[in-house]
């Protein structure tokens, strides 16, 4: 027989027999007391004052006597087993609890919390894992939690939980580094809900979400701990968590090996926001008052009669150094330069006020940087520079340069700004420009804590914006804006200056994704498989979910309007709703269900709060919905369209959205196609997921348009369910896209088409377009836009007539496709597009100085993911890669540094590797 005492959980006293009961309040609190303190002498006033917190009774001393009686008597009652009797003395100048530290859950908790620390620090993180598992598992709740309950709140209590959160974040560590990041990010998220100052726990969190494919989650987390610190405390995170934020932000392969813990993480990181910079030596230095500004803008080619102060050459920081583990590369980005100066209001102000104001404007560049996944590059004074497309290109890095340029303004304009005090930005004047183009971009050395360094004309262009810009506004240079225009609202310069545009105040939203010029072209599987399920979803009145995977511009929306129009002209659908996600969800996180939502009930995003609830109340009326239902349907539908606040627990909006769906397909089959699924956030992943399975029995047909990377997030996208589908679109033929890109240049009014040599050679040039265009319909669009534009001009030699330079769209969604791919998997691109075809580990190897065995695995995890593709077998049995898109290896080519380009061209001809070529059609390229 063996008693055993369990204080973490409700006190208990266990043994083979029937339970032992414990009389009274009093006596189970002086025994869990006795037992947190067990086999120590605890002093009588110790016992006292931990029962009477708030003043003791002058027969206090008595009950506690009592207390110790009766406990005595409840131990003696119960047999115990020879040398492990429990006994309870009276021992000057109190008690003495006396039992065996075995029969004390805490002690084991405690002896194996110790040794699971001891397992992880000595790397052994699978035992690790086991073992804390284990000590956790003799929690069964708050310990002692049935005193709590009455009241009792011991210092030894609170204590406890802080031992049991030290054992939890060690178990997330080591469970971390076994890999089992996907496992843990439940229970992260609620214990990070309870504890969100606890920046250990907060960095596992964001580090599990990482590993799962949730960059911006992750990031969330650490806006909301730096917010909560800062506002609460008035303190910034530590230095660790602002590391691995930044390492997030660089997407550093260190955070993706899963044997190493997250608190071992050596960390190379991009600097946020500084006060201190010196110059490079070369570089004008900036002076520190801000740029003087005009009441009409200048020529932003520097034409302007006016004097003005020099240009700020912005992000003065210190160059890495030149080691052989530095990195450069050539790179698209868009700068945004944010004056945000104090005004005369603020005149003789005190330092320190100075300090919160200008810390406070830090805090909210930085927010809003974070928010559209760009990247704070430093500060002079009242200057600052905002980086997109570096450490990672997007395709819409100039959209999101805008969209950012155009929060930070909003957020100024506010008449409560929580980063300054609650109170308006009074004495704060904020001018914005935004610049887009080529730089050079050098990264630190591993482990070096320096900052990118940016250079290109790109920087002096946008400095050149900054001093004609009016207060409150922003100006874009052209470039931004031709990539932009489709997305942004602008307006003409007051004054007719030159070369930039002023934005609007009010931009539109993104714009929904246009159907391609002319008919549909080669896509006659993909409909007719469409075709087929679509007749199954009207003949069992069943929901299905399609997944339609397709690479950027592949034609996934183009198929879908034209399936939708061709199935509403035969009747067999009654409606066609289409929902856009956002690739900024942070703040639409529904923004494809709104869309649906919006499409049927027939209001804008612009719309009133009175429109939006008027006709969203209409549509519901127009159903067979009973009036319980129809109230509940519309306070959550009017949620989902932005009215009041978000919930916490999204998940009767989401219901309500299912439900209205049903009730629409109820009327007829009913077509609901979600644009861009893999810019989903994961709860709403999880949704579209489970629709088919959750959805009534009536027939509603969800498509779902995706690009491959929602299959990395998800590789059980679907999962094997009985109404899911899940299908990949190819590229064209050839042939096919010899024909659009003639039909599409033919089309075009061009007084160069009567050109007789243009005409003979059109035909021809199309062919070797669509060779180069590799299937890929937008690249089609936008070559033949390129083609007729110099068509049009005229100006098209006869030594170029078999040349027209890679499109800048073309080079953003390449480009952002390399940015996808691991540090090292890209670098063994990079270096394969300087050896040409075919591609070998050996000569891969061999240009790059790197280990074969190494690159030989590169080379195969690019093959998965459909950069390369198996050409043959070289030598003795060595795998062979050719690249599955030429305009990869264009793009791939043109981001290496000259230098570095020619030294390992150097090394590609010493060893005389098969296959390759001058790469001079590709300098041409680059200098276009």
């Not at 005369?344 to 300090?355: N, Y």
């Not at 299905?544 to 035969?570: C, N, Y």
Request: some cysteine.
């Amino acid at each position: 027989m063996f008693v055993r005492f369990c204080v973490l959980g409700s006190l208990e006293i266990v043994d083979d027999g029937p339970p032992v009961e414990l009389s009274g309040v009093k006596q189970r609190a002086v025994l869990g007391y006795l037992l947190l303190h067990a086999n120590n002498v605890v002093p009588t006033s110790h016992v006292v004052k931990a029962l009477w917190a708030d003043g003791v009774p002058s027969t206090g001393r008595k009950m506690v006597q009592n207390a110790v009686s009766g406990i005595r008597r409840t131990l003696a009652s119960r047999p115990h087993a020879p040398g492990r009797t429990p006994m309870l003395l009276t021992h000057a100048p109190g008690y003495l609890l006396r039992v065996d530290p075995d029969s004390v859950d805490l002690h084991h908790f405690q002896t194996l919390a110790e040794r699971g620390r001891a397992e992880l620090a000595d790397g052994l993180a699978e035992p690790a894992a086991r073992t804390l598992r284990e000590a956790l598992g003799f929690w069964r709740g708050p310990a002692l939690s049935d005193l709590v309950e009455t009241g009792i709140a011991w210092p030894e209590l609170a204590a406890l939980e802080k031992l049991k959160l030290v054992a939890l974040e060690d178990r997330f560590e080591a469970e971390l580094s076994c890999g089992r990041h996907h496992e843990v990010i439940a229970e992260l998220e609620e214990v990070v809900a309870a504890e969100p100052l606890r920046e250990r726990l907060c960095g596992q969190l964001m580090l599990a979400l990482y590993r799962s494919g949730r960059q911006a989650d992750a990031l969330d987390v650490y806006r909301r701990t730096y917010a909560m610190l800062v506002d609460g405390l008035g303190i910034e995170p530590g230095r660790e968590l602002r590391e691995l934020q930044r390492m997030i932000l660089n997407q550093d392969a260190a955070l993706t090996v899963p044997g190493v813990p997250a608190g071992q993480i050596r960390v190379t990181t991009v600097n946020t926001v500084s006060a201190a910079a010196r110059p490079i030596p070369g570089q004008r230095r900036v002076s520190p008052e801000p740029p003087v500004r005009r009441e009409t803008p200048a020529d932003p080619t520097g034409t302007s009669t006016e004097t003005v102060a020099a240009a700020p050459v912005t992000a003065v920081r210190m160059p890495p150094p030149e080691t052989s583990d530095a990195r450069a590369e050539r790179k698209n980005v868009s700068a945004v330069l944010v004056s945000a100066h104090l005004g005369p209001g603020m005149e003789g102000a005190d330092p320190e006020d100075v300090d919160e104001a200008m810390r406070g404007i830090g805090a909210i560049l930085d927010g809003e940087v974070r928010r559209f996944d760009g990247v704070a590059g430093g500060s002079i004074g009242p200057m600052y520079l905002l980086l997109f497309g570096v450490p990672r290109n997007h395709e819409n890095d100039a959209e999101r340069a805008v969209r950012a340029a155009l929060a930070i303004r909003d957020r100024f304009l506010a008449d409560e700004i929580p980063e300054l005090g609650g109170r308006a930005a009074d004495g704060i004047s904020v001018g914005v420009a935004v610049a887009t183009g080529s730089a050079l971009v050098r990264y630190g050395a591993a482990g070096c804590d320096v900052p990118p360094v940016v250079t290109g004309t790109v920087m002096d262009g946008c400095a050149r914006l900054l001093t004609t810009v009016p207060d409150g506004d922003i100006l874009v240079c052209d470039t931004t804006r031709r990539a932009t225009e489709e997305a942004i609202t602008y307006a003409p310069v007051p004054g007719g200056g030159r070369g930039a545009l002023a934005v609007a105040p009010a931009p539109r939203s993104i714009a929904a994704p246009q159907a391609g010029p002319g008919r549909l072209v080669g896509r006659d599987h993909e409909l007719q498989v469409l075709r087929s399920l679509l007749g199954q979803v009207r003949g069992w009145r069943r929901p299905h979910l399609v997944t339609m995977l397709g690479e950027p511009g592949i034609g996934k929306s183009r198929l879908l309007t034209e399936f939708g129009r061709q199935a509403a002209e035969r009747g067999e659908i009654a409606a066609v709703l289409t929902g856009n996600t956002q690739p900024f969800t942070a703040e639409a996180p529904y923004a494809a269900l709104t869309g649906v939502l919006r499409e049927h009930c027939g209001f804008a995003a612009g719309d009133p709060a009175g429109v939006v609830r008027e006709k969203v109340a209409a549509a519901i009326d127009g159903l067979a919905v009973p009036a319980e239902a129809a109230a509940w349907m519309r306070e959550n539908l009017c949620r989902l369209a932005g009215l009041g606040e978000r919930p916490a627990d999204p998940g009767q909006m989401l219901a309500a959205w299912c439900r209205f769906l049903e009730a629409v397909a109820v009327a007829g089959p009913v077509l609901v196609v979600l644009e861009d699924l893999h810019w989903a956030t994961d709860e709403l992943l999880d949704f579209v997921d489970a629709l088919s399975d959750h959805a009534a029995p009536v027939p509603l047909f969800v498509v779902a348009t995706a690009r491959p990377e929602l299959l990395q997030r998800r590789p059980g996208w679907g999962g094997g369910r009985r109404h899911a589908t899940t299908t990949t679109m190819d590229p064209l033929s050839d042939t096919a896209i010899t024909g659009i890109l003639r039909d599409l240049v033919a089309g075009d009014d061009t007084d160069a088409e009567q050109d007789p040599i243009v005409q003979d050679s059109l035909t021809e040039f199309c062919r070797a377009l669509a060779a180069r265009v590799g299937g890929n319909p937008l690249f089609a669009v936008e070559y033949a836009r390129a083609l007729a534009d110099r068509l049009r001009s005229g100006d098209w030699p006869d030594s170029e007539r078999g040349q027209l330079p890679l499109p800048q769209a073309v080079h953003s969604v390449i480009a952002a496709r390399l940015d996808t791919l691991p540090e090292v998997d890209k670098a063994v691109l990079l270096d394969a597009s300087v050896v040409g075809e075919p591609v070998t580990p050996a000569s891969v190897a061999a240009v790059g100085g790197r280990d074969q065995a190494e690159v030989a695995r590169s080379l195969a995890n690019l093959e998965r993911l459909e950069f390369l593709r198996r050409a043959r077998l070289a030598g003795a049995g060595e795998a062979a890669y050719a690249f599955g898109h030429s305009l990869v290896r264009d793009v791939a080519y043109a981001q290496l540094p000259r230098s570095e380009r020619a030294d390992k061209q150097r090394r590609a001809r010493e060893r005389g590797a098969a296959g390759w070529e001058s790469p001079a059609l590709a300098d041409q390229k680059c200098a276009s």
